[in-house]
């Protein structure tokens, strides 16, 4: 996975994108009335969802931490309840991940599809997006 979704480096763009702000004008996101139009609700939940993601592997990460701590000093054998519940853990926010990597692509696509972005067949979906908001949002 690139290093794009492992940081999430657009939280300033989206808490400017929330509060409307007008740095944001010359992307033509905000209706005449200062309301987000379709381009701005689809970038809303295109970020979102890829916040969403950051946080997911996020606590990924954080969960495997912990689990290498306790296997790491565990005597062979049956595992320990503490073990146990850990590895229940670390598969419930595995399992979060996936929904939440599923859900961000899913926005990108919708994203894509709003501001009609020609994705070549090779590049992908993912990476144009990602192209475009280095080059927009920065």
């Known amino acids: 996975m690139s290093d794009f979704i ?3 480096p657009w939280t300033l763009p989206l808490q400017r994108l929330q509060q409307r702000d007008p740095v944001l004008a010359p ?7 200062g309301a987000l ?3 701005g609700q689809a970038l809303e939940q ?3 969802a890829g916040q969403a993601l950051a946080q997911r592997e996020a606590d990924v990460a954080l969960v495997a931490d912990e689990l290498r701590r306790y296997q790491k000093f565990a005597p062979p054998g049956r595992p320990s309840l503490q073990i146990v519940q850990l590895r229940r853990q670390q598969s419930a926010v595995q399992q979060a991940q996936r929904v939440a990597r599923q859900a961000f692509i899913r926005q990108a696509d919708a994203f894509a599809r709003a501001m009609s972005l020609a994705v070549p067949a090779k590049l992908g979906t993912l990476v144009i997006v990602e192209r475009w908001l280095q080059a927009h949002l920065r």
């Open 6 to 8: 492992a940081t999430f």
């Open 27 to 33: 992307l033509a996101l905000f209706d005449a009335d």
């Open 37 to 39: 139009n379709a381009h």
């Open 46 to 48: 295109l970020l979102l």
